[in-house]
């Protein structure tokens, strides 16, 4: 069983700063690309950041260069920080990891249970 847990979200004031961490537990024995989307109300779920198991990252046009996605491998987390926050980022954030389980299973993709991040003043 594999479980990925979200924290970091809250209240935040317009133009600061958060971390959201993503833990991965149970099963891995394989830990692959990591990465974070977020879904605001009333709008579909989207990409904001991605890194592979080289540390390689990607970015929404929304949030490069206030963004940044790192990775813990030796304690299976995923971290994004993001500054500059705006109400428009307001939304539930959820992570997502390609996870092998066995050398004999192929990685599928799990998610954390999502966490709110709100900005306004």
């Known amino acids: 069983q594999v479980q990925l847990v979200e924290s970091g979200g809250g209240l935040v004031q317009p133009g600061g700063s958060l971390i959201l961490s993503c833990a991965a537990s149970g099963s891995i024995f394989s830990l692959n690309a990591m990465g974070w989307h977020r879904q605001a109300p009333g709008k579909q779920r989207e990409l904001v950041a991605t890194?592979?198991?080289?540390?390689?990252?990607d970015y929404a046009d929304s949030v490069k260069g206030r963004s940044t996605i790192s990775r813990d491998n030796a304690r299976n987390t995923v971290y994004l920080r993001m500054n500059d926050l705006k109400p428009e980022d307001t939304a539930v954030y959820y992570c997502?990891?390609?996870?092998?389980?066995?050398?004999?299973?192929?990685?599928?993709?799990?998610w954390g249970q999502g966490t709110q991040v709100t900005v306004s003043s």
């Open positions: 997502n990891a390609l996870i092998s389980v066995s050398a004999w299973n192929m990685p599928r993709d799990y």
């Open positions: 890194i592979n198991s080289g540390g390689r990252t």
